[in-house]
Structure formats: C-alpha cells, structure tokens
C-alpha cells in the first residue's frame, strides 16, 4: 500500500528541508525580500508574497502569521507614505484601499497556498 500525501499537492514533502532544514531562516527572508519587491512593482505583488511566504511556512498557522507580519509592515509604509504626502499612484487604490488589501491579500494567499500543499 503506498503513502497517500495529507496535502492535495505532491510538492509539500519535497519542500521539508527548505521549510524546517538548515535554511529555512534564508528561504524566508528571500520570501520577505521577494514579496516586498513585488508589492513595489504593484499591488498584486501583495499576493505574490503570500505565496512565497506559504511556501517557506512549515504549517497554515505559521503561513498565516508570516502574512500578517508581512501585511502589517506594508500597512504601516502605506500609513507612512500617506501621512507624508509621498504615496504613489498604485494601480488605481487609495491608500485606505491599499491598507486594507495589505491586511487581507498575504495572509489569505498563504494560507491557502499552505493548505494545499
């Protein structure tokens, strides 16, 4: 009898040593890194780090912990920019808009991505 996978994707067990191996501390700033220069590029860049952060996360809990983290930090620079006068044109979004995705879109998509793999 073969060993059924508890995630819907097969990637999951493969992705171990990254997730809790000698590097899981740098596989997780890269994610912080990467996702932040995403959210630079755009607000979709918001999703983008979601899932690299569910990726690298070693169970939903802590997908979701990353992405709150990550949204927070990103909320609080939009509260910044705002507050200054400096906030760009970011496709569209005012910044209460843009808060509000920063709070919701990481957390959401790493969970998700977490969950299914």
């Known amino acids: 009898m073969s060993e059924r996978s508890t995630t819907l994707f097969a990637y999951g067990s493969r992705l171990q040593p990254i997730r809790s191996g000698r590097f899981a501390d740098a596989a997780s700033a890269l994610a912080w890194i990467g996702g932040a220069a995403a959210t630079v590029g755009h607000p979709a860049g918001l999703a983008v780090a979601g899932v690299l952060l569910g990726i690298v996360a070693t169970s939903v809990k802590r997908a979701v912990a990353a992405g709150v983290s990550f949204g927070i930090t990103v909320a609080a620079g939009v509260v910044v920019l705002a507050v200054t006068g400096a906030t760009p044109p970011a496709g569209g979004f005012t910044p209460v ?21």
């Open 97 to 117: 808009e843009m808060i509000g995705l920063a709070l919701l879109g990481p957390p959401t998509a790493a969970a998700v991505v977490r969950a299914l793999g």
